[in-house]
């Protein structure tokens, strides 16, 4: 809210509602809104965990995509509360492990992302990465 506005706020009027506002006033805006935010969120949500075992920004997007839902629910808003607080936990915990640790956590996680990778162009193209591999090595 912009100075202004506040003072025209603080004065008694009212301050000009925001955009989300005005579609929410609608007739079936307020449905539509939700319907789009949770589809929208949703559709980002699924991006984001997908994205999760690959090195790169697969937590960041979920936490985004919970964020767009939290514009119109309320459980999205405490969900992701509750996962930035888990996440963070984890993250700290493994933080303090050893280095041997670190490292099983690490090849668990290349080994993940290596059998996404699998599947993916396996069920994509048809080519087996591990069949070609063992060709090569002969």
Avoid: H, K
């Amino acid at each position: 809210m912009t100075t202004t506005e506040r003072g025209r706020a603080e004065d008694g009027e009212q301050a000009d509602p925001g955009w989300l506002d005005r579609i929410r006033a609608r007739p079936g805006g307020r449905l539509t809104l939700r319907i789009v935010i949770g589809v929208l969120g949703t559709a980002i949500i699924v991006c984001g965990l997908i994205l999760v075992p690959f090195p790169g920004p697969g937590w960041l997007i979920v936490f985004a995509g919970l964020a767009v839902l939290a514009t119109e629910f309320a459980w999205a808003s405490r969900l992701l509360v509750f996962a930035r607080v888990r996440v963070r936990a984890a993250t700290d915990w493994l933080g303090r492990q050893n280095l041997a640790v670190r490292i099983v956590a690490g090849v668990l996680t290349m080994a993940c992302a290596a059998v996404i990778v699998w599947a993916s162009v396996r069920l994509s193209t048809g080519i087996d990465l591990v069949q070609q591999a063992i060709y090569l090595l002969r």
